[in-house]
């Protein structure tokens, strides 16, 4: 059996630091006959040149060229419309792949259109050698559920987690480049939304480089306006796909986790949320912010509102 081209495509912005490591890990596990697709986002930091010379000495099948538009979203899109695979990995240019990821997903895929593959991630800071963080993520054990089954159970993973057949990628649309924030939760809802099983395999390694400053200083009122928009699309998305308790258990969680992360910006998205969830099973999440005992009991005794003002005063005092 012939097996599937993949396409690789890689968004950049400014990531001359860490984008050759990033091409690397791909460059040594893919065939020839495999595509790599770079598309710069207007950086001003050479890393275009970067992605044009390091392709050059180490890949001869691929494109690196500059964004049509602006945005991370819009760059994502372009690399789709030039890809001519019939498998899409996506992946961020700081992101690495760890060896033999694509063969293994590609075996898994070599039959089932309608499957998507997903590896579990793990996070770093710096290098893979010495950087491996801590994290208490739960992820499921080996297996194929239902893509539904996956959605609902909310486990989040990053683009570069993902295999599968450009027909489900292209089924669900292009990446919403209104979005400011949540752009592949919402892309890979619809995703899961146009397939019918999922394959996960834990012993595939991705790494995900993450960015370890206070989330708190992520937010403005525009993103916060973005991140509600993108819940309410994943709740008609997912109860379009599954009208059930469990599919309305997670959107329920997405609104509340919405709320604590956003707050105090655009009140008004945190009204609209608080009277989606008064249509929806009680929320099970606790805050994302109280991690550590201290704020803990700051919620618990004052309130999560408190923890939030305290962690934005916090910011500004020690920016």
């Not at 060229?65 to 899109?77: D, H």
């Not at 590896?119 to 710096?126: C, E, K, L, N, Y």
């Not at 993450?210 to 998305?237: C, G, P």
Request: hydrophobic letters at 40%; glycine letters at 4%; aromatic letters at 8%.
């Amino acid at each position: 059996m012939l097996e599937h081209k993949v396409s690789v495509l890689i968004p950049t912005y400014n990531a001359t630091p860490f984008l050759e490591a990033t091409l690397l890990s791909v460059v040594t596990q893919i065939r020839n006959t495999d595509e790599i697709i770079v598309i710069d986002d207007h950086s001003y930091d050479g890393s275009l040149e970067l992605a044009k010379e390091v392709l050059k000495h180490n890949h001869p099948n691929h494109i690196a060229e500059k964004n049509l538009n602006k945005g991370a979203c819009s760059a994502r899109n372009r690399a789709l419309e030039l890809s001519t695979g019939t498998l899409i990995q996506w992946l961020d240019a700081d992101d690495i792949l760890g060896k033999g990821k694509i063969d293994n997903q590609r075996q898994h895929l070599q039959k089932d259109t309608a499957c998507i593959a997903i590896a579990p991630f793990i996070p770093f800071a710096g290098t893979i050698e010495s950087g491996i963080i801590q994290d208490n993520r739960t992820w499921p054990t080996k297996g194929e559920m239902s893509a539904a089954s996956w959605l609902s159970k909310a486990f989040m993973t990053i683009p570069a987690c993902w295999l599968g057949h450009r027909t489900v990628f292209e089924a669900a649309g292009p990446w919403n480049t209104l979005l400011k924030i949540n752009q592949d939760g919402e892309y890979f809802t619809r995703v899961l939304a146009q397939a019918e099983t999922v394959l996960f395999d834990p012993a595939i390694e991705v790494y995900y480089r993450r960015n370890l400053s206070n989330s708190v200083s992520h937010f403005s009122a525009d993103k916060a306006e973005s991140l509600y928009l993108s819940i309410a699309s994943i709740h008609q998305t997912a109860l379009g796909f599954e009208d059930s308790f469990r599919m309305r258990q997670m959107v329920a969680n997405r609104y509340q986790h919405a709320i604590y992360s956003a707050y105090p910006h655009f009140p008004e998205g945190q009204t609209k949320a608080q009277n989606q969830l008064k249509l929806l099973p009680p929320p099970t999440i606790s805050n994302p912010n109280a991690l550590s005992p201290l704020s803990q009991i700051i919620s618990q005794v004052f309130g999560w509102k408190t923890l939030t003002r305290l962690r934005l005063l916090r910011k500004e005092l020690f920016k």
